[in-house]
C-alpha cells in the first residue's frame, strides 16, 4: 500500500476597516491535513480540519477505499522545497501600515469612505509520499481589499482600491492611488466612437470560459467550443495562454493536486493563437489519449480531478501609450455580473471605468454596457496584453486591451 | 464553562459540521468524501475595537479567550455601551435533527439514491456529466459573556447533475438539482429531474442567440429569488449604511419604493439553506418584513448595527464558517406572492422575455443576472429558448418595475454554490419567491 500527505497550514493577521478605521483585528492559524493511500489500483482519503494525528487519517483513508474509487496512475517522485518569501512582512507592520493608510485616506479624501480589510497570509502547502515525492511551497502576502464608497453616493459601493503583493511600497502605492482617486472626483466625456479600445484587469467571466473550452474532457467528448481544433489559429497571432504554475506571478503552489510539476512551471496550451493542447490530468490524458499538462485540482482532502487550471496570458506587448498613438481609451475598473453565452457572445455592465492614456488614468466615466464575442476579442479586435508597472496594484498585474462595443 | 475576562465582552462560537460529498463522473464514482470537523470563533470587544481568533484547537479556547482579552483594554462600565447593552443573552438548546440526522444515513443508500437518478442522463445529446450528492449537519453552540448558552443544529443534503450538451455546434453547459433537509426527501424524484433535463436538452438544441434591447421580464421564482436577492436583498444589509448619511436618507424606513402589492420578507425560520434558528451572535431568527405594501419597512441586522442604528435585532449577524466573523446577511428572503394566475401574466405579454433558471447573479448600482435558461414571449405565449448573456436593471428603479406577481410561489435552495459578501463565500441562503413581471429590463 502507498502512502501519500498533504497539508495546508495558513496563519493570518487581519484588520478589519470600518468607515476607514480599523474596527477588528482578527488571527487565523489554521491546519489542514488529508492522507491518500493507495492499493491495488484504488484510492482512499482521509482529511480534517486541524492538527489531528497522521494515524487517524489513515485509517479513515483505508476505510474510504471500500467506496472503490479508482486510481491507476504512478505517484509523482521527486524533492523540490521554494520559499518564495522567507521574511513576510509581521503583524504590527502591517497593522502600522494600515492606520497611516487610513489617516492619509481620512485626511486627503474625505469625499470618501474605505471599508473591508488589510491581511497578511502565509501559506505552506506540503506533499509527499512512500516513493519519495517531497515538495514544500510557502509564500507570504500582503492583501489590501478596500470597497470605496462616496459619501454622496447612495450605491452600497462605488469602487475598490486594492494591492496584493510580497512587498508593499508605501511611497509606489500613494503615487499611483493619489492619482486614482483624484480621477475619481473628475468625470469626463466618453471618447467618440461606439467601438473603443478598452483595457481591463482581466475579468473572471473570460477565464472561466476559456476554462470550461480548455478542459480537456470538455475538449475530447466534443462539448468544447475549440473541440477538434488542436493545431488551428483561434486567435490573434501575438496571442499566448498558458497553465501557469509559477509561485512569482501567480501566487499559488508551483504542482498540481498529483504532485506534477512542469518545466519552468508552464504549458502553453494556446501559442502564438493556435490551440496546442487543452489543459489535463492523469486521468483525462490517458482515457482520451492527450498530452499531460498537470492539470488536475481538487480539494487538499479530495479526489485529483479536472476543474480549474491556473490559466494565465502571456505578457506580448509592450507600452500601452505608445500602442494607443494618441488614441483614448478606456480602463475597466469594476465589471460584475458580466458572462458570455454558449457560442461566445459576450456582454458585460461595467459599473466603474476611467479615461485612460495608457499611462495615466485622466478622469471617470458614467456606467455602460461593453459588447463582444470571444473569438473578436482575442481575434481582430485584439490589442494586447501588457505588463503594467504604472498601476500598482500589486506583483505582476497585467493589462488587456480589445476594441468592443460600447453601449452608454 | 469559561473564565471570562472581566470588563470586557466576549463570545464563542463552536462548530460541529459532519459533511458528504459523494461525487460521480459519468457512472463512475469519483469521490466519497465524509468529514467530521470541528472549529471555534472567539471575539472579545473593549468598547473601542474587537480582537477575533479562529482555531481548530476548541481543547485550549480559554488560552484563546485570554489571547485576545491580553490586547484589549477593559474598561469598567462595558455592560452599559449601547452595543454589549444589545445583546440577547437566550439559554436554549434545539436539536431537532437528532432522529433524522443524514450523517447517520449510510453511505450505501446515498450511492445508491444517485445511481438511480444518473440512469437518467443516459440520453442523446449528453457528452458527459458530473454528478454529486451533498449533505451537512452542524451543531452550533454559542456562549458569551453576559450569559447567552445556545445549542442548535441545522442539515441540508441536496443533489446536482451538471450536463455537457452537444447537438451538432450547439453546446452548453446546463444542470438540474434539488435541496431538501432530510435525506428521504430526495426520493422519487425522477420526474422532476426527467422534466428538467429534458427542458435543459431542448434549450441547448433550439436556443437562437437574442435581439438586445429592452424588454417585459417575466421571472420564474428561481430568478425571481435571485433578483430580490441582488436587487435589493443586499441593500437591506444594514451594515452598508451605518455611519453613512447619504444611505440612511436614501434607505429611509417609510419611503416607498415599490408598487402597493409589493411585500418582501427575510425570515431565518423557514428551514432549508436559510435556517437561522439563532445567528452567530446568539440572536433568536426572525422573520423581518423589508418590504411591506410597496414601502420599506425594515432592514436588516447584527447586534453592532442594529445599536449603532438604533434599530431592533433581527437575527442576521451570520459567518460562512467558524473561520470568520458574523456579519450582516441575508436568511431566507422572498417576495410574497400575488393573486394574478400564472397563466392570465403570460397572455398579457406580447413580445418579452421569460428567465427560467438562472447561473450567476450580482447587485452593486447595476444589478445582473445570467440566465441558464431564457426563453421568448411572443403574443402570451412563451415560445423560442434564447441565448442571453446578462439582464441588467437599475437597482434604485427597478423595484418600482414590479408590475405582477402570481399566486403560484416556491421557495428553494441552491446546491453548491451560495451568496458571497466581499471575503465570505459561499453562505447557505434561502431564496424565491412567484414568478415575477417586470415592465423593463435590458437584455443582452
Not at chain 2, 433550439?206 to 433578483?227: I, K, Q
Request: net charge negative; hydrophobic share 35%; with cysteine.
Amino acid at each position: 500500500m502507498k502512502k501519500e500527505t498533504v497539508s495546508i497550514r495558513t496563519k493570518e493577521t487581519t484588520a478589519r476597516i470600518r468607515n476607514t478605521a480599523v474596527e477588528a483585528v482578527r488571527t487565523k492559524d489554521i491546519v489542514k491535513k488529508a492522507v491518500r493511500v493507495y492499493d491495488e489500483g484504488k484510492l482512499g482519503i482521509g482529511g480534517s480540519i486541524g492538527d489531528v494525528e497522521e494515524s487517524v487519517l489513515e485509517k479513515q483513508a483505508k476505510d474510504n477505499l471500500e467506496a472503490g474509487i479508482e486510481y491507476p496512475y504512478p505517484l509523482e517522485t521527486g524533492t523540490d522545497h521554494r520559499d518564495y518569501n522567507a521574511n513576510p512582512m509581521d503583524a504590527q507592520t502591517m497593522l502600522k501600515h494600515t492606520e497611516r493608510i487610513l489617516k492619509t485616506l481620512r485626511d486627503e479624501f474625505p469625499e470618501f469612505t474605505f471599508s473591508e480589510s488589510v491581511t497578511i497570509r502565509e501559506t505552506t502547502t506540503t506533499m509527499r509520499n512512500s516513493e519519495g515525492l517531497d515538495l514544500s511551497y510557502h509564500d507570504g502576502r500582503f492583501e489590501l481589499g478596500f470597497i470605496l464608497k462616496e459619501k454622496k453616493s447612495a450605491n452600497l459601493f462605488d469602487g475598490f482600491v486594492a494591492f496584493e503583493g510580497r512587498k508593499f511600497d508605501p511611497e509606489r502605492f500613494w503615487a499611483f492611488n493619489r492619482k486614482y482617486l483624484a480621477a475619481y472626483n473628475n468625470p469626463v466625456d466618453f471618447p467618440k466612437g461606439d467601438k473603443l479600445p478598452v483595457f481591463t484587469l482581466g475579468g473572471p467571466e473570460t477565464k472561466r470560459f476559456l476554462m470550461r473550452a480548455l478542459n480537456g474532457e470538455n475538449y475530447a467528448t466534443n462539448s468544447s467550443l475549440f473541440s477538434g481544433k488542436i493545431g488551428e489559429r483561434l486567435f490573434h497571432e501575438k496571442l499566448t495562454l498558458e497553465q501557469n504554475r509559477n509561485p512569482k506571478e501567480t501566487h499559488q503552489a508551483f504542482f498540481d493536486n498529483e504532485g506534477v510539476r512542469n518545466e519552468n512551471d508552464r504549458v502553453a496550451l494556446i501559442e502564438n493563437g493556435v490551440l496546442k493542447k487543452p489543459f489535463t490530468d492523469k486521468e483525462t490524458a490517458e482515457r482520451y489519449n492527450l498530452p499531460h499538462t498537470g492539470g488536475a485540482s481538487g480539494a487538499y482532502d479530495g479526489v485529483p480531478s479536472l476543474r480549474t487550471a491556473p490559466l494565465r496570458f502571456k505578457t506580448d506587448s509592450e507600452d500601452i501609450k505608445k500602442t494607443l498613438k494618441g488614441e483614448p481609451a478606456i480602463l475597466v475598473v469594476v465589471s460584475s455580473g458580466g458572462d458570455f453565452t454558449a457560442e461566445g457572445t459576450y456582454a458585460a455592465p461595467v459599473q466603474l471605468a476611467f479615461l485612460f492614456d495608457g499611462e495615466n488614468i485622466l478622469g471617470k466615466l458614467d456606467e455602460f454596457t461593453m459588447r463582444s464575442s470571444l473569438f473578436a476579442m482575442y481575434g481582430e479586435d485584439y490589442i494586447g496584453t501588457f505588463k503594467s508597472d504604472e498601476l500598482y496594484l500589486g506583483d505582476d498585474v497585467q493589462l488587456q486591451g480589445f476594441y468592443m462595443d460600447i453601449k452608454r | 464553562m469559561f473564565e471570562f475576562p472581566k470588563n470586557l465582552y466576549t463570545d464563542v462560537r463552536i462548530e460541529e459540521a459532519h459533511t458528504t460529498k459523494i461525487a460521480y463522473k459519468n457512472k463512475t464514482i469519483q469521490e466519497e468524501k465524509i468529514r467530521r470537523n470541528k472549529g471555534a470563533f472567539v471575539r472579545v470587544f473593549d468598547g473601542e475595537r474587537w480582537y477575533y481568533s479562529s482555531t481548530t484547537d476548541v481543547d485550549r479556547l480559554q488560552e484563546k479567550i485570554d489571547e485576545l482579552a491580553s490586547m484589549a483594554n477593559p474598561k469598567e462600565g462595558l455592560e452599559d455601551h449601547p452595543i454589549v447593552k444589545a445583546f440577547e443573552t437566550n439559554q436554549d438548546k434545539i436539536l431537532q435533527y437528532e432522529e433524522t440526522d443524514v450523517s447517520k444515513v449510510p453511505a450505501h443508500k446515498k450511492r445508491e439514491l444517485m445511481e438511480e437518478y444518473l440512469s437518467l442522463l443516459d440520453v442523446e445529446g449528453i457528452a458527459h456529466h458530473k454528478s454529486f450528492y451533498v449533505d451537512n449537519r452542524i451543531v452550533k453552540s454559542f456562549y458569551s459573556s453576559k450569559g447567552a448558552a445556545v445549542t442548535f443544529d441545522k442539515q441540508t443534503c441536496g443533489i446536482r447533475m451538471d450536463m455537457d450538451v452537444v447537438f451538432g455546434k450547439k453546446k452548453d453547459q446546463v444542470g438540474v438539482s434539488r435541496g431538501a433537509v432530510h435525506f428521504e426527501e430526495l426520493a422519487g424524484l425522477q420526474e422532476y429531474f426527467q422534466t428538467e433535463i429534458d427542458k435543459n436538452l431542448d434549450y441547448v438544441k433550439n436556443a437562437e442567440p437574442v435581439e438586445a434591447g429592452t424588454y417585459p421580464v417575466l421571472l420564474s421564482p428561481t430568478a425571481t429569488g435571485v433578483f430580490t436577492h441582488e436587487s435589493f436583498g443586499h441593500k437591506s444589509e444594514s451594515d452598508f449604511m451605518v455611519g453613512d448619511e447619504t444611505m440612511a436618507k436614501e434607505w429611509k424606513l417609510g419611503k416607498r419604493i415599490g408598487q402597493k402589492h409589493l411585500n418582501i420578507v427575510d425570515d431565518g425560520n423557514v428551514r432549508g439553506n436559510g435556517y437561522v434558528p439563532y445567528d452567530d451572535e446568539g440572536t433568536k431568527g426572525k422573520k423581518t418584513r423589508i418590504i411591506t405594501d410597496g414601502e420599506l419597512t425594515g432592514r436588516l441586522h447584527s447586534t453592532l448595527t442594529a445599536a449603532l442604528m438604533e434599530e431592533g435585532l433581527t437575527g442576521n449577524a451570520r459567518a460562512v464558517d467558524f473561520e470568520y466573523e458574523p456579519i450582516v446577511r441575508m436568511s431566507t428572503t422572498y417576495i410574497e406572492k400575488g393573486d394574478t394566475p400564472l397563466d392570465e401574466m403570460i397572455a398579457n405579454v406580447r413580445n418579452g422575455v421569460f428567465i427560467d433558471t438562472i447561473k450567476h447573479g450580482s447587485g452593486m448600482s447595476t444589478f445582473t443576472l445570467a440566465p441558464a435558461r431564457a426563453y421568448k414571449i411572443e403574443d402570451g405565449n412563451i415560445t423560442t429558448p434564447i441565448n442571453v448573456s446578462v439582464v441588467t436593471g437599475n437597482v434604485f428603479e427597478t423595484l418600482a418595475l414590479v408590475d405582477n406577481l402570481s399566486e403560484e410561489f416556491d421557495l428553494l435552495s441552491f446546491v453548491g454554490g451560495g451568496c458571497g459578501k466581499m471575503e465570505q463565500f459561499p453562505l447557505p441562503v434561502g431564496f424565491g419567491g412567484p414568478y415575477t413581471l417586470v415592465r423593463e429590463l435590458k437584455v443582452e
